[in-house]
T-cell receptor, first 113, second 109 residues
Framework: DAGVIQSPRHEVTEMGQEVTLRCKPI?????LFWYRQTMMRGLELLIY????????DSGMPEDRFSAKMPNASFSTLKIQPSEPRDSAVYFC???????????FGPGTRLTVL | KNEVEQSPQNLTAQEGEFITINCSYS?????LHWLQQHPGGGIVSLFM???GKKKHGRLIATINIQEKHSSLHITASHPRDSAVYIC???????????FGKGTRLHILP
């Protein structure tokens, strides 16, 4: 398996633009997590899915953020409109079962100018 | 006070030294996770623990549920162990995942 795949790896955009981050989980993994990492706040959980259903989205900063998992092999995290304070590295991670190790994607480094 | 506290925040040691990184938490948990983040930014899961002790190569993780404390040990440390080590817990009450701020480890050759 290729591991967790995220795209794009880097994204630079201007304030106000829509940004879509993508994640392909490891096949067979039923949990998918979206994290954000900044220097100020460290790692934060944004949302996680179990069997494609959002379980906890309390970490999503505000209505500008939305995440979907239309099927077991694909998830998106969308920011609309983007703001400079959204600049961060966004990680997707997946796991099989609730108490097994997580596998992280390489992350998407987002810069909003 | 943070619900997950790590110590030390920064640690510099000589190659070969035995390293201990600590994680204390204040909530009831169902699992604790140790992560390693390399200077390039990639994150690797090291251990998922709910009790006892786990070992993988030179890495050992222990957890004491009663004391709400976990330790990550590295034996015969090597410069390639230089990374940020992050402790994360899953709250038993609401299933939330809470991260520590990380311990930055630097092993000198």
């Amino acid at each position: 398996d290729a591991g967790v795949i995220q795209s794009p790896r880097h994204e630079v955009t201007e304030m106000g633009q829509e940004v879509t981050l993508r994640c392909k989980p490891i096949s067979g993994h039923d949990y998918l997590f979206w994290y954000r990492q900044t220097m100020m706040r460290g790692l934060e959980l944004l949302i996680y899915f179990n069997n494609n259903v959002p379980i906890d989205d309390s970490g999503m900063p505000e209505d500008r953020f939305s995440a979907k998992m239309p099927n077991a092999s694909f998830s998106t995290l969308k920011i609309q409109p983007s703001e400079p304070r959204d600049s961060a590295v966004y990680f997707c991670a997946t796991q099989q079962g609730p108490y097994n190790e997580q596998f992280f994607g390489p992350g998407t480094r987002l810069t909003v100018l | 006070k943070n619900e997950v506290e790590q110590s030390p925040q920064n640690l510099t040691a000589q190659e070969g030294e035995f390293i201990t990184i600590n994680c204390s938490y204040s909530v009831g948990i169902s699992a604790l996770h140790w992560l390693q983040q390399h200077p390039g930014g990639g994150i690797v899961s090291l251990f998922m623990l709910s009790s006892g002790k786990k070992k993988h190569g030179r890495l050992i993780a222990t957890i004491n549920i009663q004391e709400k404390h976990s330790s990550l040990h590295i034996t015969a440390s090597h410069p390639r162990d230089s990374a940020v080590y992050i402790c994360a817990v899953r709250s038993h009450r609401d299933d939330k995942i809470i991260f520590g701020k990380g311990t930055r480890l630097h092993i000198l050759p």
